[in-house]
């Protein structure tokens, strides 16, 4: 989806991507390893594009929202020890 959105954007004369990352790249649980590293994943593909894309006037950040309280949050991860 990214290489799409870019390309019409280098078409369109620039732009800005915001992908979806985490806390969790930075500060994570031992019970949530693969949402971490998905997670992970995604801060190294912003970097990447932002290298690739900005010399053709396309921005590309990530932004990491915190957890936030719901009732899957409440009872897997905010009361984890």
């Known amino acids: 989806f ?4 870019g390309r ?3 078409a369109q ?5 915001v ?3 985490s806390t969790s790249v930075q500060m994570t649980m ?3 390893p693969a949402y971490a590293a998905s997670k992970g994943g995604i801060a190294s593909l912003t970097v990447a594009m932002s290298l690739s894309l900005a010399p053709r006037r396309v921005r ?3 932004i990491g929202p915190g957890t ?8 897997q991860l905010l009361n984890d020890p």
Do not use: K
């Open 8 to 10: 019409h954007m280098v």
């Open 2 to 5: 990214g290489q799409a959105v």
């Open 68 to 75: 936030i309280a719901t009732e899957l949050s409440r009872g």
């Open 30 to 32: 031992p019970t949530i």
């Open 60 to 62: 590309v950040n990530a």
């Open 19 to 21: 992908n979806m990352a």
């Open 13 to 17: 004369g620039g732009g800005s991507i």
